[in-house]
């Protein structure tokens, strides 16, 4: 209705102005100046408004059937598209976001181990998960947790864990655990831990 108007009022001015001369140029012809003055402006205006009226309402007629048609199937196949760039991203996780570096020091008494892992999720939940992982799994004692650092320092029966959680992208973070002793059975287990929850946290 809006429209209307404003379109309407853009028509009216002109036309008001147009009509108005034209009206009195032809009443002055038999009459005097001042009647042909009131009768120009009253029939000018008058005839202004009804081509106003009707034009405005064509033309915002014409202007709404050029619009494109909404699609209505544009929804569903937006909802197609997010699952399937979802899907997608969680085949890759076991072929592309996991990277497992061992490096073995020429030392006869340590080895040291080192495993990166991309996680789908900020580093802060990935930092309250990890904390759920040792505190459910028993896997030993936290003798440093710093969560705005992301650092973690875990002693665990076998060695001392170093974990370190550091943001990649705003949903995304990588995950660093290294330890002087090989301790792969706990390693594992909190990254099999983190998989899980990281698989639940997409499903939502």
Known sequence: MRAYFQLFIGLLIPLS????ISAVIYFKIEYDFTKAMRLGVLSGFFIAISISLFTALFLLIMRRGKQP????????????????????????????LTETTKVQNTSKTSITTQENIMLLMDNSIAFEVLLYAIADQQLGQLTESKE???HVILKTDKSILKIDI???????????????????????????????????FTQY
């Not at 792969?184 to 287990?189: A, D, G, L, R, S």
Request: glycine share 2%.
């Open 17 to 20: 102005a147009l009509f108005i």
């Open 166 to 200: 550091s943001p990649l992208t705003k949903h995304t973070s990588q995950m660093q655990i290294s330890s002087e002793i090989d301790d792969i059975e706990n390693i594992q287990k909190i990254i099999a831990y983190m998989k899980e929850k990281e698989y639940s």
């Open 69 to 96: 048609k909404k699609d209505i199937f544009s929804g569903v196949r937006e909802r197609k598209e997010r699952r399937s760039k979802k899907a997608k991203t969680n085949k890759s996780i076991d072929t592309v």
């Open 148 to 150: 705005a650092e992301g």
